[in-house]
């Protein structure tokens, strides 16, 4: 074997490594569907009662987050999933800001901007 082919074997088995494997994707394939059937279910059934309804809805999503993050986006804490955790993170902080900045600004437009002391009728008048 030349210096090569071993760097490539070795190259394969890290990148091997690295992504999940059949079973892990079928795993993560088949708790995704049973979760998007429980949501479906629960929607569609009166198994659970209206005022937990919502609530049902959000815990079965947040476990449908967390499976697609760790089958299939290889989110962990193992040391060759630190990038993509990392990646992840800053994503989501970046989301978080910008999405909260913008609804902050449209607030704040929203009482600084709409006249008070105007009547609809008057404002669509446009006295």
Known sequence: MN???KEH???GSIHASSHGS???YAIGMVLSLALTLASFGAVMTDLV???FG????VVLCVAQLVVQLIFFLHIGTARDQRANTGIFIC???LIAIIVGLSLWVMHNANLNMMPVHMSVERAISRD
């Open 3 to 5: 210096k090569t082919s």
């Open 9 to 11: 074997v070795a190259h």
């Open 22 to 24: 059949l079973k892990s």
């Open 49 to 51: 009662p209206h005022g």
């Open 54 to 57: 919502l609530a049902t809805i």
């Open 91 to 93: 994503t989501a902080f």
